[in-house]
């Protein structure tokens, strides 16, 4: 990793950027899912439901769900009868996520606070990986990969639903006037925080396209890596398998 990385549009040290990501997310863990719905007019939701659906989560499997934060992703695969473990680098995001699982009466969740490029779980512990709107903010994203490999079994698969670069012509130019003008004054209005969604705004910017993304996989080792473009990549589905 170089000696610097990208918060947003800024160029700064490793170690200040985990810390800066995770004043971010302290900031709006409890806004958080509110200001999902309003940023995306609530297809943030189908989006999640398209993309647990390629995951395919089958009874009694180990999945781990990385960057889980609130459970939006976990509680939708629990109902296939998985072992959903679900872990975050951010305390505060796990707490809400704990306190909506409770309101849901579900107890079969393991909630583990991890760093993305550090797992403490043991090699070839899981069946699936997954991560929504996550690996952008990762420090080090080819570490966080290759630990995504490593705790896989072989035959594991990995699924990865972020946003990416949008390539229908017009709506590019639309999006960036959204998310760079508007985005952050929601963030202002809604979770009384601008600057915090200035930088998710930013981040998105900055995140590899669909191809160098999916280049990023495969040198992790994954193989059978494919991309699924979703509103003309204003988000993707990632995958790929551990052989």
């Known amino acids: 990793m170089s000696d610097t990385v990208s918060f947003g549009y800024e160029e700064v040290s490793p170690a200040e950027k985990t810390s800066r990501v995770g004043g971010v997310f302290s900031s709006v863990a409890s806004k958080y899912d509110i200001m ?32 889980g934060g ?23 995001m796990l707490d809400v996520g704990i306190e909506r699982a409770v309101k849901r009466g579900l107890d079969s969740l393991v ?25 952008r903010n990762v420090t080090d994203i080819p570490a966080a990969l290759k630990e995504a490999h490593r705790v896989l079994r072989y035959g594991g698969r990995f699924f990865c639903l972020e946003f990416s670069a949008v390539e229908w012509p017009g709506l590019s130019e639309a999006y960036d ?43 992790a080792g994954f193989a059978q890596v494919k991309v699924e473009p979703i509103m003309g990549g204003l988000v993707a589905i990632h995958s790929g398998w551990k052989v």
């Open 70 to 92: 609130t459970g939006d992703i976990a509680f939708r695969m629990a109902r296939a009868g998985a072992n959903i473990t679900v872990s975050d680098i951010n305390p505060d």
């Open 177 to 219: 006037l959204y998310s760079h003008k508007l985005l952050p004054k929601m963030g202002k209005v809604i979770a009384r925080d601008e600057d915090s969604y200035r930088y998710l705004a930013e981040s998105i910017r900055r995140f590899p396209n669909m191809r160098a993304f999916k280049g990023m996989i495969e040198q």
């Open 36 to 67: 999902n719905d309003a940023m995306s007019g609530g297809m943030h939701r189908l989006w999640k439901d398209r993309f647990v659906r390629r995951v395919k989560p089958q009874q009694q499997e180990d999945i781990l769900d990385m960057a």
């Open 111 to 135: 909630w583990s606070e991890q760093n993305a490029e550090e797992l403490s779980f043991p090699d070839q512990h899981f069946d699936a990986y997954t991560i929504a709107f996550g690996i």
